[in-house]
Every structure is written in structure tokens, then in C-alpha cells.
């Protein structure tokens, strides 16, 4: 069996050889280079997914904050969560228009509640007197009108 440096000796099988190894080794490069990602894909994936979880956090921060201006007003969560608001003032003032807007429906719906069931002179019920009449006599019901003023 011969050596590696007598196969290199001959300069035919130097020649076979180390075309052999330079394929082995470009072949080894791709298959490396293939799996492995560089630096710069990986910053770019790197900085995209800090961006979503800033951008995240950001519409999380947003969600608590109207939840609590909601608690705090008093309106229901549900009628202002699907707003895309652009900023907190922005949701703070629509919140507050909210809550005026149903302050001042409550009132007037109080209002006329309040109009529709009190009890209006001569429309509601009859004097005692007049109940009466029915089963008194002329004279007697004469009588007690008489008396009650």
C-alpha cells in the first residue's frame, strides 16, 4: 500500500487528487453555506420581530389604557373596543363624549318618564264624592259635597 506523499509524487495522481479534494471541499463551502444563515439575514429577522413585539405591546398598552378610562367613566367596554383610536387623548375625549352623550340620554328618557307618569288634574281619578255617587241618593251626595267644601 502506498503512501499519501508517494501517490503525490507522481505528478498525474497529484493532478487527480487534488481535483478531487477541491471538489470535496467547494462541495463542503455550499453544503455549509446552504444551512447556515449570515449575519445580516438574521439582523434583518432580528429587527422585524423587536418591531411587531414593540408595535404589540404598544396596541396592548392602548387596550388597558381605554378598558380603564372606560371603567373610570363608567361606559361599557364593548361599544369602544373595536375603535382604532390613533392616540390616548383621542380615545380619552371620544370615551368622555360617550359617557356625556349617555348622561344626557338617561336624563331626557328620565324626564319624559317622569312626565308620562305623573298625575295630571282632571285626568286621572274621580273625587271620593263622585265615587260615591253611585250608591247614594241625590240628597246624600248634596250632603257630602256640601261638607267636603
Known amino acids: 500500500m502506498r ?4 501517490l503525490l509524487a507522481d505528478p498525474e ?34 429587527l422585524r420581530l423587536e418591531a411587531a413585539l414593540q408595535q404589540k405591546e404598544k396596541e396592548q398598552d392602548m387596550k ?22 390613533s392616540s390616548k387623548e383621542e380615545a380619552d375625549r371620544k370615551i368622555l363624549q360617550l359617557q356625556d352623550f349617555a348622561a344626557a340620554k338617561a336624563e331626557k328618557t328620565f324626564n319624559e318618564r317622569m312626565i308620562a307618569e305623573a298625575p295630571k288634574p282632571g285626568a ?19 250632603a257630602v259635597r256640601s261638607n267636603k267644601r
Do not use: M, W
Open 64 to 85: 388597558f389604557h381605554i378598558f380603564k378610562k372606560c371603567h373610570e367613566a363608567g361606559v361599557s367596554y364593548d361599544l369602544v373596543k373595536d375603535i382604532p383610536f
Open 124 to 142: 286621572g281619578e274621580t273625587r271620593p264624592a263622585d265615587k260615591l255617587a253611585k250608591y247614594l241618593s241625590a240628597e246624600e251626595l248634596l
Open 13 to 46: 495522481n497529484k493532478k487527480v487528487i487534488l481535483s478531487f479534494v477541491d471538489q470535496q471541499v467547494t462541495k463542503a463551502l455550499k453544503t455549509y453555506s446552504s444551512k447556515r444563515l449570515d449575519t445580516s439575514t438574521l439582523t434583518a429577522r432580528l
Open 3 to 6: 503512501t499519501i506523499n508517494e
